[in-house]
């Protein structure tokens, strides 16, 4: 691959270059397979676990999508076979202004996944950082947009996370934690872009109930195109923008309502199909660690 120059200061400027997850390996060990969120249980109780074929067939259509779109693709080499899943990579690492972000996960069974991309990220310009031991921080709650980094507060990031992050970035960026609601409220959020994300046009997706508060700053600044409780547990917010204009998502008849809407609201949307991810409580997002976005 060719060297790639590190630059992400928003969700939707134009996707230059990705990686996207795999479904090689997946669940090559299910001793190793743990539950590790409510989604994911709740879908194996209905379903069982999704086939490495179906998984590896669904990343093939995204891949064919984002590279139609002229955006170029890489992918994970096969991480140490304590990793039994590396279908999001956007959890393990992401990327803020020129800077890469090593994160730390909760989950043991993740820490070794980075390994899968590193032969990836040797070839990108730019600072690389980790987040410290003892803090927990994953690319799922870190939403960068402009001036703002967004940071979900909840099963997978603290507040050590978002001090993390103002220590680094506190010059460039006004750091704005977000808690999401928890089980114990009767919600399940796992990841901040689970139920807020902000798109090109002045849109957010956003699935109020999920967020323990919410400021003013988001209030004021997108015109929300609102989910119900099913749509974000279907991971309809979970899209992933390729340009200002055009998202990625769901084909899947739940999300079906909020592709309309955007649809209305001037965005072009391409659909995939794509279900094995979002069983496990991710989806277009998540399945995402952009590198590089160009302003248009």
């Not at 703002?148 to 603290?158: K, T």
């Not at 050590?160 to 680094?168: P, R």
């Not at 959020?189 to 508060?213: E, K, R, S, V």
Request: proline fraction near 7%; glycine fraction near 10%.
């Amino acid at each position: 691959m060719q060297g790639v120059s590190l630059h992400v200061t928003t969700e939707y400027d134009p996707l230059c270059d990705v990686i996207i997850g795999t479904g090689e390996g997946y669940h090559r060990a299910p001793a190793q397979v743990a539950l590790v969120n409510g989604k994911q249980q709740r879908s194996f109780a209905a379903q069982g676990h999704a086939s490495d074929v179906q998984v590896q067939a669904e990343f093939a259509s995204f891949r064919a999508a984002l590279e139609g779109a002229g955006i170029t693709v890489h992918q994970p080499r096969l991480a140490p076979d304590t990793v039994p899943d590396q279908t999001c990579p956007r959890d393990i690492g992401f990327v803020i202004g020129d800077t890469f972000v090593q994160a730390n996960m909760r989950e043991p069974t993740r820490t070794d996944e980075i390994d899968g991309i590193r032969h990836i990220l040797n070839r990108c310009t730019g600072p690389q950082i980790t987040v410290p031991s003892g803090v927990c921080l994953e690319g799922g709650d870190v939403i960068v947009d402009g001036d703002v980094i967004f940071v979900g507060i909840g099963q997978r990031s603290d507040v050590a996370g978002a001090g993390f992050l103002q220590q680094v970035f506190a010059q460039d960026y006004q750091i704005l934690p977000l808690p999401c609601r928890q089980p114990e409220t009767g919600e399940d959020i796992l990841h901040l872009d689970c139920t807020f994300n902000p798109l090109g046009l002045g849109h957010a997706l956003i699935y109020p109930q999920g967020l323990a508060d919410i400021p003013d700053l988001i209030q004021s600044r997108y015109e929300w195109i609102e989910l119900t409780r099913a749509e974000a547990d279907e991971m309809a917010a979970n899209v992933v923008s390729a340009a200002p204009d055009h998202v990625i998502a769901r084909t899947a008849p739940s999300c079906a309502r909020v592709n309309a809407a955007l649809r209305d609201a001037g965005y072009r949307v391409t659909e995939v199909d794509f279900d094995a991810v979002p069983a496990t409580g991710g989806s277009f997002r998540c399945a995402t660690l952009p590198l590089r976005r160009v302003p248009g």
